[in-house]
């Protein structure tokens, strides 16, 4: 895979990202650097990554031994919290740590996020290396820099735009993934699908099991993210469409977060994904065949999720903090048709519901 390289972050791959990343940590000379990890990819990556850097050449491998130090947060979403930031900011204290200190997030999505977060507002901002370990921090959530901890259950609530100086993809993290990791990130592959063309979610569909998903498949989801966030990198316009099927999906994930029927970012975005494929051809008269079709090729990889009248009210209750609102007004991102998005849509509560009311029919 090429490397991507553009004004405000690199995206590096596997052999040559590892060369890169050391010949940086060379060149910035950094006092600190922290291994953030969380309980599986400390088990399962952080030996593998270190030794991958240090056997660059010997000098990168004495500033690792001589001037790292490691934390490990506890696995899962809820970890993402102000409280475990806390922890994260007082142990760097401790530990004398300055602006020439670098953080390299070794994990999926919720150690990039709430690393990302913590770098960027450790005295004001230091360097951080985002190493994405899973699906969903390779396609989406280590690159475009958003940073946040989730708060009171709202998701992201907390955070701001700062990017990642590298982000180093290795492939091979992939193999210690169980399938419901994955289908946590190819989610949001299906999502880029939508939004981008046809002709890329034709090959999306050609999917028949997990491990049909191809690096080039991969790749291509990276790209559309990438040529987005491009153009619009603190989504003031454009960089709205990477929230399609995230409106619902996001207030579905928070309002089972921390409950016995909690779900994976990619298993409600999946569900959020159809709720506002619907929404779309109520509003945008996008083509009832093609939500048929979304539908259809979604529910093989995912499974069904039973909502009560109650749930969906507390759902939609949960749109009013979602952060593309103006005026209290819950505003969607949709689509006319394949790979043609639209921003500011706003939708009503009876057109939510009968959206919810298709998906579990």
């Known amino acids: 895979m090429r490397p991507i390289i553009k004004e405000n972050f690199s995206i590096l791959f596997n052999e040559n990202g590892y060369l890169e990343l050391a010949d940086f940590i060379l060149k910035k000379n950094y006092q600190n650097i922290l291994f953030l990890t969380d309980a599986n990819t400390e088990k399962y990556c952080l030996k593998s990554f270190k030794k991958s850097i240090c ?13 790292s130090f490691y934390y490990s947060l506890p696995h899962g979403e809820s970890s993402k919290n102000i409280n475990e930031s806390i922890k994260v900011w007082d142990f760097l204290i401790q530990n004398g740590f300055k602006r020439n200190s670098l953080i390299i997030n070794l994990g999926g999505g919720m150690v990039t996020d709430i690393g990302g977060f913590i770098s960027s507002t450790f005295m004001r901002g230091i360097d951080f290396v985002n190493v994405p370990t899973t699906l969903l921090g390779i396609v989406d959530a280590s690159i475009g820099g958003k940073t946040g901890v989730d708060f009171k259950n709202l998701k992201n609530i907390i955070g701001k735009f700062e990017f990642a100086k590298i982000i180093l993809i290795d492939d091979s993290f992939l193999e210690t993934l169980n399938d419901q990791q994955i289908i946590s990130g190819f989610a949001e592959m299906i999502k880029h699908a939508l939004i981008d063309s046809p002709n890329h979610w ?34 003031k316009d454009i960089r709205k469409y990477l929230n399609y099927g995230h409106t619902l999906g996001h207030a579905i994930e928070s309002y089972l977060l921390g409950t016995k029927r909690e779900l994976l970012h990619g298993e409600a975005i999946s569900v959020g994904i159809i709720l506002e494929s619907y929404l779309s051809c109520l509003r945008c008269k996008f083509d009832i065949n ?33 952060k593309k609102n103006i005026n209290d007004n819950a505003l969607f991102v949709l689509i006319r048709n394949i790979g043609d998005p639209t921003t500011n849509n706003e939708v009503n509560i009876k057109e939510i519901k009968e959206a919810f009311r298709f998906y579990q029919d």
């Open 202 to 235: 034709n090959t999306i569909r050609e999917i028949k099991s997990l491990k049909n998903i191809s690096k080039d498949m991969v790749y291509n989801s990276i790209l559309t993210k990438v040529n987005i966030i491009e153009k619009d990198p603190i989504e």
């Open 290 to 322: 093609k939500v048929n079709q979304i539908k259809s090729f979604v529910m093989k990889f995912y499974k069904k999720i039973d909502f009560t009248a109650t749930d969906i009210e507390m759902v939609i209750k949960l749109l009013k903090y979602d």
């Open 55 to 67: 056997n660059i050449n010997s000098k990168v491998s004495k500033i690792i031994d001589s001037n």
